[in-house]
């Protein structure tokens, strides 16, 4: 498992990180997501493997949050796993298993893999935001969702792709779009991330138009267990929160916890209590008649 931070562009914060599953063959090496995700789509297996990179992700990101970490979690969910009638059920029974805050999780999902079944996915989108839920439409802007679909949809967050961060700052069209999706976002009064940022330049036009967050090889690159460097020189202002720390207490989950993780732990459980009845509903299978 890696983990690519996701960072505020007012603050420099590490606010979340973003799930990220890889391959190391013993032969043939890294082995691209490119390459065996669509094949896992294919052959089925992409529903156990969408399973365990939720089930660990809440795992490990609860840990560093009982450390003192605050700290949201972004997990990709493929169209397959979207298309699953106990979608909702079987999220709601990892979340119970892992303890993990649903208000902590935002799950992403792709314009297509929503618009294969608009009104099914009205329902079951509904259905995650009741659990606490956050929903993100990734890679927003090269699908094919109307506006009239979009606010009927409990969405949250807005991804730009990285397509139209790549060519910020040569492209007019690319700067336009990004600015029309930021702008569009705010009137929604939704979030909106930048995918992709590489360079200080897309960083300073990204905030001159008031994106909310960014990813990309400006901050970290995704690393296993979160082991990404804060590199406060290359994302001002300076104040990063969280940084290589969340890279230690995500690959050390039994570290010893001071007096101020111990009281967000404390807190954590009181908002598991408060959590346990809403997330219990979802994961009771009905009886047979």
Not at 71 to 97: C, H, M, T, W
């Amino acid at each position: 498992m890696h983990y690519q931070p996701q960072v505020r562009l007012d603050s420099g914060a590490v606010v979340a990180v973003e799930a990220l599953v890889r391959w190391f063959h013993a032969d043939l090496g890294l082995i691209s997501p490119a390459e065996f995700i669509p094949l896992a789509e294919e052959t089925g297996l992409i529903l156990d493997l969408g399973r365990w990179v939720l089930n660990t992700a809440c795992a490990q990101v609860r840990a560093s949050q009982e450390q003192g970490f605050e700290l949201r979690l972004a997990v990709n969910l493929s169209g397959r796993q979207f298309e699953q009638d106990d979608l909702v059920r079987s999220i709601a029974q990892v979340i119970e298993a892992t303890a993990f805050d649903p208000a902590d999780l935002e799950l992403e999902l792709t314009e297509s893999s929503i618009m294969r079944s608009p009104e099914q996915a009205v329902a079951k989108l509904h259905a995650l935001n009741r659990l606490g839920i956050r929903l993100s439409i990734d890679d927003f802007g090269t699908g094919y969702s109307s506006l009239g679909h979009l606010k009927r949809f409990p969405i949250r967050t807005l991804k730009i792709d990285q397509s139209f961060i790549q060519d910020i700052t040569t492209d007019p069209n690319d700067a336009a779009i990004a600015q029309a999706i930021i702008a569009l976002a705010e009137s929604l009064q939704l979030k909106v991330i930048a995918e992709g940022v590489e360079t200080r330049e897309q960083l300073d036009l990204l905030r001159r138009y008031h994106c909310d967050e960014m990813q990309g090889y400006l901050f970290a690159r995704a690393a296993a267990g979160g082991a990404f460097g804060t590199a406060p020189e290359r994302c001002p202002p300076a104040r990063l929160k969280c940084g290589g720390q969340v890279a230690r207490s995500l690959r050390a989950p039994n570290a010893r916890m001071g007096s101020g993780a111990r009281a967000a732990a404390h807190h954590l459980r009181e908002r598991d209590q408060r959590k346990r009845k809403t997330i219990g509903q979802f994961t009771t299978k009905p009886a047979d008649p």
